[in-house]
């Protein structure tokens, strides 16, 4: 599309009940980010009431009909997704604005490939459109979904504001309020007090136009003094909701060989058809009970908002032989149905192309609208783990998702530990749930295995007889993604942020090429490695694994003060790292060097001059700080493992050095929410 241009959703697709808006940016450091929100206009272009604006801090409507979905990795940055239930719409919504903002001063200038794509409920791409001059703006209006004569349509919009989403939000009527921190996410003027979502009623602006160049709400005069800026603080959820302490209440046992009732056992699981029928029937019964989990897990498949049921062991007729699929999710919205098969593996079992075709068919004739398998195995951009047919002469198109089990926990855990459920019984299911998952015998432990050439491949490094253009390099390269991706979750899950690999190639560039281009490291160098961005840290934490050395390497890297003397920064780092271990490595980045002064902390902290650069004049650009531990030999997630020893190196690296890095650069702040979502 171009800039200006409309067209209506069902002239590309059937299925555009459900659709799901993608927004997407690539950013050439590899470090920025911007934050999507959503707003929801009656006929007059202006919000019904604050609680029609959607962000960071107020992400899913009650209705369904707006969910922000959060980032996934491309291969180029990020794509922030966002899902819509347009059955679910209001009648009084005319329209629904889809906008990103920049925060701390950032401008879309500094991204490149800013772009806006639209997909319907079978997860098939309809459009896409590119915003080409976004330069000095800090919000942008990327495009817009509204109704005309009964039909939703999209507009390409394309649209800046300088003020940024303070500007934006204030056009649309959202109430605005000068009392929150500088350098929020709600304005980039310099000097200027940054406002927050007010509880107070909306006031009345001018008619909703995008304009370039928009100011913020003049709520004080720019000339009067500056009150105190509070320290920014991590945003806190819309609603008040039920999360688990993290450390339980003192036992009543009796003795420590008594164990706590559980709602879902685990000692009769004996074969791994036990454990496929059981961890189908657990994880269905939670998801159809507790709604906010249910909907998270099914809202990125294009499910619509409603009542949803869970069914298992259902027979359904294919050929001479009924095909029973583990399991069936059905939702029903405004008397339309949606449905999909489910297809489970537990332990190391690989899905199978027969049946998942085999279901493929049965709900493309049927009028179903996915099939959703779940395993272990963690799905790659570009790489389906297993290849199906589609009968392009159907009318009816049937969409394939994949799960991973630590997907799942990873989504029960940021619930109940961290966003909150509805009340306590909900809370206490999720934690059954993750109990199971994540019990030795339910066969639900994610990604375990290095594969078949993990070992082929480390000995030919070991000996130097590993061939460049080895085919067994790229499948070790593929596992360790497929990894790296499950780490992420799982770190991920423990704090309750969002943690991503970083992705970088060139731009465009297909996945496979990038894995080829790192399979080639392998033969060459022996090394694997990745980049991992927790939101709210500063810099990336750096993956290494050396299969010569057989030692892992995690670190990253903090900037150093912009003023004050150089041994003033090195002794303030010193300090801060007070309770990391005394074998972590400090290495000083001075400017025009290729490496500078490094040293364990056990022998810096009497001497921390020791850092300063030898060079007189020597400019000190940032710190690297790094961990070494010995990696796991075994392809699989034993003790003495990679898969563990590569989870542990990462974990122990976040809590021992980077959890104890307090200088945290600006980032969004706390933004109130409007009273009614008290």
């Known amino acids: 599309m171009v800039k200006g241009s409309n067209v209506t959703l069902s002239t590309l697709s059937e299925s555009v009940g459900s659709v799901i808006v993608g927004l997407r940016w690539a950013s050439p450091s590899g470090e920025g980010d911007a934050d999507v929100s959503v707003l929801l206009l009656g006929p007059d272009g202006k919000v019904r009431g604050d609680g029609d604006f959607y962000f960071y801090n107020n992400p899913v409507a009650a209705d369904g009909s707006v969910q922000l979905l959060g980032k996934t990795p491309t291969d180029g940055g990020d794509e922030d997704r966002i899902g819509f239930d347009l059955t679910a719409v209001p009648d009084d919504v005319d329209r629904m604005v889809v906008a990103a903002s920049r925060y701390g001063g950032a401008r879309f200038g500094e991204l490149e490939d800013l772009t806006v794509t639209l997909s319907d409920a079978t997860g098939e791409g309809l459009l896409r459109f590119a915003v080409d001059d976004a330069d000095s703006v800090s919000a942008v209006i990327f495009g817009e979904l509204y109704r005309r004569d009964g039909e939703w349509k999209f507009r390409a919009v394309g649209q800046g504001y300088a003020a940024g989403l303070a500007g934006l939000a204030t056009d649309f009527g959202v109430d605005i309020e000068d009392d929150a921190p500088s350098g929020s996410a709600l304005d980039d003027t310099a000097g200027d007090e940054l406002p927050t979502v007010a509880d107070e009623p909306a006031v009345e602006t001018v008619e909703a136009v995008p304009v370039v160049d928009a100011v913020p709400s003049p709520r004080r005069p720019r000339d009067e003094a500056e009150p105190p800026s509070r320290p920014a603080a991590r945003p806190r959820t819309a609603k008040r909701k039920i999360t688990l302490p993290k450390t339980a209440a003192k036992s009543l046992a009796e003795n420590e060989s008594w164990r706590n009732a559980r709602l879902f056992p685990l000692s009769a699981l004996k074969s791994d058809r036990d454990r496929e029928t059981r961890a189908t029937s657990v994880l269905l019964s939670v998801m159809a009970q507790v709604p906010e989990f249910g909907r998270r897990l099914t809202a990125a ?63 493309a004739r049927r009028g179903y609208e996915a099939v959703i398998t779940l395993s272990n195995d963690v799905a790659l951009e570009g790489s389906p783990l297993v290849e199906v047919r589609i009968d392009k002469r159907r009318k009816h198109k049937v969409a394939l998702w994949h799960l991973s089990w630590a997907e799942v926990a990873y989504q029960a855990q940021v619930l109940i530990r961290h966003e909150g459920v509805g009340n306590a019984a909900h809370a206490w299911l999720l934690q059954e749930l993750l109990y199971y998952l994540q019990h030795e015998n339910s066969g639900c432990h994610g990604f375990q295995n290095m594969g078949p050439a993990w070992v082929p491949v480390r000995n ?52 496979r090429e990038r894995r080829s281009a790192q399979a080639d490291q392998l033969c060459l160098q022996g090394l694997l490695e990745a980049e991992l961005r927790i939101e709210g840290t500063p810099g990336v934490l750096a993956v290494g694994a050396d299969l010569r050395t057989g030692k892992l390497r995690v670190s990253t890297q903090i900037p150093a003060p912009a003023q004050g003397y150089p041994l003033t920064s090195v002794k303030r780092l010193v300090r801060r790292l007070a309770e990391a271990p005394a074998d972590l490595h400090i290495e000083t980045l001075v400017e025009g060097e290729a490496g500078g002064p490094r040293g364990t902390l056990e022998r810096l902290r009497p001497e921390p001059a020791d850092l300063l650069p030898k060079a007189a004049g020597g400019r000190i650009t940032g710190f690297r700080l790094s961990l070494l531990k010995g990696m796991g030999s075994g392809r699989g997630s034993a003790e003495s493992g990679f898969i563990r020893s590569v989870d542990d190196a990462v974990q122990r690296f976040y809590a021992q050095v980077v959890d104890h890095l307090d200088q945290v650069p600006a980032g969004r702040p706390p933004v109130k929410e409007p009273a009614a979502m008290r």
């Open 301 to 363: 498949f294009g499910a619509p908002a409603g009542r949803m049921e869970t069914f298992t062991e259902v027979s359904l007729p294919h050929g001479d032989t009924p095909r029973r699929p583990d399991g069936v999710i059905r939702v029903e919205r405004a008397g339309k149905l949606w449905t999909a098969l489910v297809e489970t593996k537990t332990n190391g079992n690989a899905l199978k192309s027969d049946q998942v075709q085999a279901y493929m068919d049965i709900a």
């Open 460 to 511: 030919g490094i070991d000996d130097e007889t590993l061939c460049h253009g080895d085919a067994r390099a790229l499948e070790v390269v593929e596992s360790w993604e497929r990894l790296i991706r499950q780490v992420c979750l799982g770190l991920g899950g423990e704090l309750g942020r969002k943690v991503l690999p970083v992705q970088r190639g060139k731009r465009g560039q297909d996945p």
